[in-house]
């Protein structure tokens, strides 16, 4: 595990992100780099590609304006006011980088590309039928837990309290996207009684 001081992929990670002390991202930890094979039926490329695979640490403030959209976000604060958070990401670039184009392709998660993840991510999802770009890493139960496995983000103990502290959660983030026109009451009704339902803090 290295941690990767470049600027210039702080940069492409932090795209969207407001400038200075609005959010930030803090350090970069490259877990895997391996090299990448064009997938079956693609004609070979004279460049020579590897993928990059990481981890993402930011902080931003919560008390800025359009901060207050993020579900939670005044239960995630640390002791010193800011919220911090952790994002991974998979780079596929060429080996030697004087053969790079100067263009970026930026693909959204969750979109049902089945792209290789590091190892680290893979654990996480062994076992799923599905597989897609981007990640997902549970938040630890406990302050302890997460202590213990190095990882920064506030528990679902410390987030929520309670199973019933869950569910509040999940009705006013429900409620706010009804009012903002990005959910139907009817399938609020079915977040929240998923969440009712589900095993968090039980």
Known sequence: MRTLAVAGLAGVL??????????????????????????????????????VAGRAFGELDPTLPGKAIIQDIERGRDADGKARYVATFLIIKPRDMRQASGMLW????????????ASQERAFHKDQICNYAGGMIPFARTAADRMARGDPRPSLEERYGSHAGYVEAVKRAASRAVAADFLLPVDAEGLIRAAEASKVLR
Request: glycine content about 8%.
């Open 14 to 51: 932090a795209l969207g992100a407001s400038a200075g002390a609005a959010a930030r991202v803090t350090r970069i930890v490259i877990d895997e780099v391996l090299p990448f094979t064009e997938p079956a039926g693609r004609p070979s490329q004279k460049v020579v590609y590897e993928q």
């Open 106 to 117: 930026h693909d959204a998660p969750n979109r049902g590309r089945v792209f290789p993840m």
